[in-house]
């Protein structure tokens, strides 16, 4: 079975902070993909890579970046964390048919 | 960018009912995806159907391509069935580009 795993199920920052989502996935895959999501607003791409060390920005990227130095670990930076990132944030895979899976997920919340 | 929209938004049934869910999308696709959130929101990759039909238990799943449109049915409910149902398409596929995702429908199924 494929795993993606997150390093948190829940996390509280203050506003100002920079904090670090981590996701590791076991099935080699080459895409990775952060998404965050909203009540009323669903799933929404933040960044991808197809590759180490490559990343592409996805529809809302602003205040956050992202750095994938090994192939199984994709990670998302907030630089400096704000109120309006408090969400669900969810990193996923895909196989070489596309198939996405996904992590837990994180709870942020930033106060 | 491409569109994407599901049918009913909520849906309340009683256990053993049967459901058909609808995601309409606007332009064509090569990679569909249907996932179901349960309440820990976790999601769970239920099909990967660009075209054609396909059954997994009392879950199955018809795309029309050519007409722009996916359908998730659930035979005989049952209370673990209740979360969110989301579809979600990528123009390109192959799963480079990441999904971009409907709404969702908001299943409960009662006892």
């Known amino acids: 079975d494929v795993k993606v795993t997150q390093s948190s199920r829940y996390l509280v920052k203050r506003t100002g902070e920079k904090v670090f989502l981590e996701c590791v996935q076991d099935m080699d895959h080459e895409n990775m993909f952060w998404y965050r999501q909203d009540p009323g607003l669903g799933l929404r791409l933040i960044y991808f890579s197809y590759d180490v060390k490559m990343k592409e920005k996805g529809d809302i990227p602003e205040g956050y970046s992202v750095s994938r130095e090994k192939k199984e670990r994709f990670s998302l930076i907030l630089e400096s964390a704000s109120t309006n990132q408090t969400s669900m944030y969810l990193c996923a895979s895909t196989d070489f048919l596309g198939t996405q899976y996904f992590g837990p997920g994180t709870r942020l919340l930033v106060l | 960018g491409i569109q994407v929209e599901q049918s009913p938004p909520d849906l309340i049934l009683q256990e053993g009912a049967n459901s058909t869910l609808r995601c309409n999308f606007s332009?064509?696709?090569?990679?569909l995806q249907w996932f179901h959130q349960n309440p820990w929101g976790q999601l769970i990759n239920l099909f990967y159907i660009p075209s054609g039909t396909k059954q997994n238990g009392r879950l199955s799943a018809t795309t029309v391509a050519t007409e722009r449109y996916s359908l998730l049915y659930i035979s005989s409910s049952q209370t673990t069935d209740s979360g969110v149902y989301f579809c979600a398409v990528e123009q390109s596929g192959g799963g480079a580009d990441g999904l971009t995702f409907g709404k969702g429908t908001h299943l409960i199924i009662q006892p």
């Open positions: 332009d064509s696709v090569n990679n």
